[in-house]
């Protein structure tokens, strides 16, 4: 009888508990840097590549730009609401322009990972040694012969002026209080 009392109490609280009311959406706003991928490129155009910041992320500043001579990224601002940011929407909305022709975007960012592991690597002392060190089998087909151009550029590039230009990069990030990406 006590049990049926209880429970006759616990039925009735819960039907006056108040339905939740679904909140309005939060509106997401930023920035974001917007790379363009070509065999000159120096590694703060890759680090920074598809960096967000703005009042609601940890980077609060945009990175100074141009980062070199080459630079050619661009800040686009983008809004978003929570529902499309919990969907997916800031990594779909990113866009990489590149000197190859219909390159997709995921090969893009895929090109962009290699060629930051590259940078942290010793030049190889050829053209098919770099291209090699590339794993060109992990992207489509279609894209391959670009691909290697593209990759043989780089290497001359770096050969010759970039690998200067890719040091002082990377003393100018060691040296600088905040990183991109970072927020401090």
Same mark, same amino acid.
């Given at each position: 009888?006590?049990?049926? @009392?209880?429970? @006759?109490?616990?039925?009735?609280?819960?039907?006056?508990?108040?339905?939740?009311?679904?909140?309005?959406?939060? =509106?997401?706003?930023?920035?974001?840097?917007?790379?363009?991928?070509?065999?000159?490129? $120096?590694? $703060?155009?890759?680090?920074?590549?598809?960096?967000?910041?703005?009042?609601?992320?940890?980077?609060?500043?945009?990175?100074?730009?141009? =980062?070199?001579?080459?630079?050619?990224?661009?800040?686009?601002?983008?809004? @978003?609401?929570?529902?499309?940011?919990?969907?997916?929407?800031?990594?779909? *909305?990113?866009?990489?322009?590149?000197?190859?022709?219909? @390159?997709?975007?995921?090969?893009?960012?895929?090109?962009?990972?290699?060629?930051?592991?590259?940078?942290?690597?010793?030049?190889?002392?050829?053209?098919?040694? +770099?291209?090699?060190?590339?794993?060109?089998?992990? +992207?489509?087909? $279609?894209? *391959?012969?670009?691909?290697?151009?593209?990759?043989?550029?780089?290497?001359?590039?770096?050969?010759?002026?970039?690998?200067?230009?890719?040091?002082? %990069?990377?003393? %100018?990030?060691?040296?600088?209080?905040?990183?991109?990406?970072?927020?401090?």
């Amino acid at each position: 009888m006590i049990g049926a @009392f209880f429970l @006759f109490v616990r039925m009735r609280a819960r039907r006056r508990t108040p339905v939740a009311k679904p909140r309005p959406p939060m =509106h997401i706003q930023g920035h974001m840097v917007q790379a363009f991928l070509h065999p000159r490129m $120096g590694l $703060g155009c890759l680090t920074d590549s598809e960096l967000q910041f703005g009042p609601g992320f940890r980077c609060k500043e945009s990175p100074p730009l141009p =980062h070199d001579a080459y630079c050619r990224c661009k800040v686009a601002p983008f809004s @978003f609401t929570s529902t499309e940011v919990f969907n997916g929407a800031l990594r779909r *909305h990113s866009k990489i322009e590149c000197t190859i022709p219909e @390159f997709p975007l995921e090969e893009s960012r895929k090109l962009i990972a290699r060629l930051k592991a590259l940078s942290g690597a010793p030049l190889p002392p050829g053209k098919s040694q +770099f291209v090699e060190a590339a794993e060109l089998d992990d +992207f489509a087909e $279609g894209h *391959h012969k670009a691909l290697r151009e593209f990759l043989e550029d780089r290497y001359e590039f770096l050969r010759t002026e970039g690998a200067s230009a890719t040091e002082t %990069d990377q003393k %100018d990030t060691k040296d600088s209080p905040t990183t991109p990406g970072t927020g401090g």
